[in-house]
């Protein structure tokens, strides 16, 4: 019960210790329910079989639209267990260095169980306040002629010189980052003159967006009433897309495109959960004798059921999206 109040008391904070505690905690399950190293909602298509398959096309469409095939230094910004970065660096052949943040050391290190399999380098950067040049000899290995690393920094002090990255992308992370303008700030800084910064992320759609500060407590009261349980159950901040757009705007870059994928997100995913339900709720229940535990997960399993079914109403009735907008600086 006590593993409950802690995951509660977290999505109320939602803060960043609290983000790393609620996808530390959920992690596993995530792994068991998707069977893949990658936590995103994925892409899906009629012809879509599994939720692997939805989640390496969103993959594939987050790296087409960053141009991914012409980038020589990728930042990958909330790169979890780095599945998206394992399928980019063998989608990709042109990339000569992919470097994976996080500020969740324990996901990085648990990456490491991918080390016999995939050859990516034994050491973890932990120097998150360091603001200097990247030095490739000290801490990142190349492997079948691709450097990729693992660094464990904050979204928003990133170890690395100006100019440093020609592409930055956040695949669903950016709305966890404290703040979002911090990095988008920070992503100005470290981006070269050519380069592109792409974020795929969930947005709240508002027909009457509002700037001003008087409005803005109105407008989180309206969100709230909007997303519902969502407003707890989505770990992150719920921004609108035009406030989003606003921030990229202000922080001298150009968007210079914004793909809407909403409808092949959250309904086709909502529908693969509902039909899996029994599967995974013996396969995640049946691995705990304690009572209490059973019971905890239970009450767990049946919020994120309720949230997924808001989820799917709130997609076809326009008031959520799922967008990847592509943005290159002023």
Not at 66 to 85: I, Q, R
Not at 147 to 168: E, H, Q
Not at 208 to 215: D, G, I, V
Request: glycine share 4%; proline share 2%; with cysteine.
């Amino acid at each position: 019960m006590r593993h409950a109040m802690n995951i509660l008391l977290s999505l109320l904070k939602r803060d960043e210790r609290a983000v790393v505690s609620i996808y530390q905690t959920f992690m596993s399950y995530a792994r068991i329910l998707t069977r893949t190293n990658m936590i995103n909602f994925g892409f899906w298509t009629p012809e879509t079989a599994s939720i692997k398959q939805a989640q390496e096309a969103l993959c594939t469409i987050t790296g087409n639209v960053a141009e991914l095939s012409t980038a020589k230094n990728v930042l990958d910004v909330g790169s979890g267990l780095l599945g998206p970065a394992e399928q980019w660096r063998m989608e990709y052949k042109l990339m000569n260095s992919l470097i994976c943040i996080d500020v969740n050391y324990q996901a990085l290190k648990m990456s490491h169980t991918l080390d016999s399999e995939y050859g990516y380098d034994k050491e973890i950067l932990t120097e998150p306040s360091v603001k200097t040049e990247v030095t490739k000899k000290r801490y990142i290995i190349k492997h079948n002629g691709v450097v990729l690393s693992r660094v464990n920094a904050t979204a928003i002090c990133l170890p690395f010189g100006d100019s440093f990255a020609d592409r930055i992308i956040a695949l669903e992370s950016a709305q966890h980052f404290k703040s979002f303008l911090e990095f988008i700030r920070e992503s100005h800084r470290v981006l070269n003159k050519t380069g592109l910064i792409v974020l795929a992320i969930p947005v709240i759609t508002s027909s009457k967006p509002s700037a001003e500060h008087r409005f803005k407590l109105l407008n989180s009261l309206r969100n709230l009433g909007v997303l519902g349980i969502l407003s707890l159950t989505w770990a992150s901040e719920h921004y609108e897309l035009a406030q989003i757009n606003s921030i990229i705007s202000q922080e001298h870059f150009v968007i210079r495109d914004i793909l809407s994928i909403g409808k092949s997100v959250y309904i086709p995913l909502t529908d693969f959960y509902i039909q899996d339900r029994k599967e995974f709720r013996r396969n995640v229940l049946g691995k705990h004798s304690s009572y209490l535990k059973r019971f905890a997960l239970d009450i767990t399993e049946r919020i994120v059921y309720r949230s997924a079914l808001k989820m799917k109403k709130l997609s076809l009735s326009g008031d959520i999206d799922y967008v990847l907008i592509k943005a290159t600086k002023k």
